[in-house]
């Protein structure tokens, strides 16, 4: 993917969290085709992040993949120093890593709920605290945060999931305010049921079809079409502390 005639990032640098699969693999490959460089993070699946980034590349884009559990604060600080010392800055942020642990409330363990809690709510935080901080010199930067249709409508056995992705939803309008003066948007994209490794396993798929107005799964690659909107569209500068669902019509506020 040669940057395109608009390449409406060329210049700039993108940190993707979970960029080796999915959702943060589309977005990865989205953002490269607007001229980012993009930072392809993962936290275990090596293989799969360097064929993202030989994606990229073989396309004619720009790409280096990190290892980082952003769950943790001295590997953010260790990924943020990486590509600070590379690149010099960050002008988008796609806080997309996250994992399910699902099971009924009365049978979720505590490390259940901590897991999901620390990668999914904590490491949205870890990541836009280290990064902001960068985007905050530049006066400029837009931030876009992966919460879920369930942090706005709960959904049985995702207590901790779902308790995360509505925490996503208010930590993202609290930094859109706190951030907006220098120029920096902060939002949430809110998927619904995405036809990725995480949506693989469900059994009920035929329940949940009834659930979703257009009737099918969504593709990695529609969500990674809004991250794109929202990362390099000019009408996207105008638009802050934003929950913008993607679900095929499942929540209709
Ligand atoms: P996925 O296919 O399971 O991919 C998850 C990605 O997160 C992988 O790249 C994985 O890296 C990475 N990751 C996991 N733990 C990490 C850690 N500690 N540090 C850094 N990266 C880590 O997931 P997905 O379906 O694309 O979901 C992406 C985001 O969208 C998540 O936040 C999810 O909650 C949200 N979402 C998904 C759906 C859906 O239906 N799929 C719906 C709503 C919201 P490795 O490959 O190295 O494990």
């Known amino acids: 993917m040669a940057a395109s005639s608009e390449a409406r990032l060329q210049g700039q640098v993108a940190v993707v969290t ?3 699969r999915g959702i ?3 977005a990865a490959i989205a953002l490269a085709a607007e001229g980012a460089t993009v930072i392809v993070n ?4 090596s293989q799969a992040a360097d064929a993202v980034v030989a994606e990229i590349t073989g396309a004619g884009g720009q790409a280096m993949a990190l290892q ?4 943790q604060t001295d590997q953010v600080d260790s990924l943020v120093n990486t590509v600070m010392e590379k690149y010099g800055r960050v002008d988008v942020l796609v806080n ?7 099971t009924l409330l009365l049978r979720m363990k505590l490390e259940d709920w901590q897991a999901v809690i620390d990668l999914n709510l904590t490491g949205v935080f870890l990541c836009t605290r280290a990064i902001s901080k960068i985007m905050l010199k530049q006066r400029a930067g837009r931030i876009i945060n ?31 305010k706190e951030l907006a003066s220098r ?28 659930l979703i107005p257009l009737g ?7 969500v990674a079409g809004l991250i794109r909107f929202l990362a390099a569209d000019a009408a996207a500068a105008y638009i802050t502390g934003q929950v913008i669902n993607i679900d095929g019509g499942m929540v209709m506020a």
């Open 18 to 20: 979970g960029a080796s």
């Open 24 to 26: 943060g693999r589309a």
């Open 42 to 45: 993962y936290a275990s699946s």
């Open 68 to 71: 980082a559990d952003v769950g």
């Open 96 to 102: 997309n890593a996250g994992i399910a642990r699902d």
């Open 146 to 176: 992966i919460t879920s249709v369930v942090g706005e409508m709960g959904n049985p056995g995702q207590a901790n999931y779902s308790a995360a992705k509505a925490g996503v939803i208010g930590f993202t309008k609290t930094v859109a």
């Open 183 to 210: 120029g920096i948007t902060v939002n949430a994209v809110a998927p619904g049921f995405i036809a990725t490794d995480m949506t693989a396993d469900i059994k009920a798929a035929e329940e949940i079809l009834k």
């Open 216 to 222: 099918r799964y969504g593709q990695p690659e529609e």
